[in-house]
């Protein structure tokens, strides 16, 4: 089953848990976290690199692009630790 819910929710959750239970779904996430980063990601194929340059074409000819200047607007009203 999934379900949307927000991080707010979850840490509501997790703080009504039990010390126990609060240890015991913390060393379930740590678990989790170091098997994924033992895991290899997969290479990106020829035909996905391919289809992203083609759709990146498609914005800048139809003019849904942003230049340096916005960009670096956008950088520092949200998110201003990366522009320094």
Not at 14 to 21: N, T
Not at 69 to 80: I, Q, V
Request: aromatic residues 10%; hydrophobic residues 30%; contains cysteine.
């Amino acid at each position: 089953m999934n379900t949307i819910t927000s991080v707010d929710n979850l840490w509501n959750q997790f703080l009504a848990l039990s010390r126990d239970k609060q240890k015991w779904l913390a060393n379930k996430i740590y678990e989790h976290i170091e098997q994924e980063e033992k895991e290899p990601l997969p290479p990106y194929t020829i035909e996905e690199i391919n289809s992203w340059l083609d759709e990146s074409e498609v914005d800048a000819e139809i003019g849904r692009s942003y230049t340096c200047a916005e960009t670096k607007h956008f950088l520092e009203s949200k998110h201003p630790w990366l522009c320094k």
